[in-house]
């Protein structure tokens, strides 16, 4: 049969870290189930001691996704893992993953410890999360820059302390394949409890290196990976979890028997949505997800391919269950098709939500001839995925004028936290000047990072969807808008980021206790 490579997903935890990725603790759950229909084998749900809403998400994934190991991360700290037991204890499963630096710089200017304390934490974090459950993992945070003798003695500590699992990051995204491949069969060879535990490698993405060293590390003895949907992740990223379980898979003639239990026909559907609950896409060139990853646009390649799949395809598309036929949806298809779409998508719905959906639905093939896989994606995004009650901005009415020989102009009127606003703005064209309205009838400072607007579909009766990224006084949201005007599709997506960044926020605020109510 072989030998197994464990798929340790962090997208819910060091993925939801990063700006513009973050999501409510129900977005989370819905996530969850999905990465256990794609089979991972471990789920990191969060870090149960950094807020409310953490431990909440962790509380609700380990009470109702079954399948995976649910898993909480905690500092090397007690009350981070008894936040972390707590919130784990309806889980059938359960992981608690703590972790210290080792690396002469984390050790001294951020915990500012001797190695020595450092040690005795890390041993005394193991021994202390065991009493709550017999799966521990130890991570040696930035171990790519640690001292090696010192490394090796932190990990055959851990693991006489109790630790299951011995994770090895590449915390900043530093090495490279030859040399972190080395590491690791330098610790296969130099730690003498190490058959004791599975090694496992958790590496960024800050060189683009991020899957080749999971893969040399595989290659070298490690039989965890950590990775994330897309990549997504602090700074450049993570490793991309579908390149990783693809690459296995793929290359079985390079790395042998080694086997992932990943079911890659899910890969897409999870990638997309993710896509669609955190509004932030992956670019059309992306690796195994990305809309070109199966398109043949040359003459010579389509010539190649129709005579022989093999000459330019490593992979069928079904294997990763990337769409193959375009239109799903007509305006004579049933309340049925809707529940089976809903269901493929693996979202959670109620009679009250089809009902709701099937009426968009009949509306949007009014003014629509064929109905796509995007634009069924774009209903649920806007029916599932907005944030969650009160949205601080709604959008009551706008109107634009606009055509040659004219400065575009556009009226806004607008409710914030249901105070009535209005304004009136010019711009260089009319979504410049409907955006315009928007912030000066909010008197807002976001400041927008990124602008884009794609039809959906190739047609001119298309809906267009349209991708904000703004920043709020530090606080990065992203945001999407889908609609068959233009202009409506960049007020949605503009709105859409706003409301996200105002409550996330709102919520940093909370927590740090400096709650500024009515401001935007
Ligand atoms: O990058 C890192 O070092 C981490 C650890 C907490 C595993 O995310
Ligand atoms: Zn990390």
Redesign the pocket.
Known sequence: MGEKVFIFD?TL??GEQAPGFSMTAEEKVQMAHQLARLGVDVIEAGFAAASKGDFEAVRRIAEEVKGPVICS?SRAIESDIEASAEALKPAERKRI?T?I?TSEIHMKYKLRMTPEEVLERAKKAVSFARRFTDDVEF?C???TRSEREFLYRVIEEAIKAGATVI?I????GYAIPEEFGRLISDIMNNVPNIDKVILSV?C?DDLGLAVANSLTAVKNGARQV?CTVNGI??RAG?AALEEIVMALKVRKDFFGDLYTEVNTKEIYRTSRLLCMITGSFVPRNKAIVGDNAFAHESGIHQHGVLSNRLTYEIMNPEDVGFPTSRIVLGKHSGRHALKKKLEEYGIRYTEEDVNRIFEKLKDLADRKKEIYDEDVEALIYQEFMRVEEGEPVEVKHFQVQTGDNMLPTATVKLAFKGEEKTATETGNGPVDATIKAIQKALGTNAKLLDYSIKALTPNTDAQAEARVVLELEGVQASGRGVDTDIIKASVKAYVDALNRAILRKEYILQKSGLREEGTV
């Open positions: 962090t935890r060091d991360l993953h972790f630096a991570s945070e930035d171990a994770n990051p590449d915390t900043v958790h960024h950590e992740g602090e993570n």
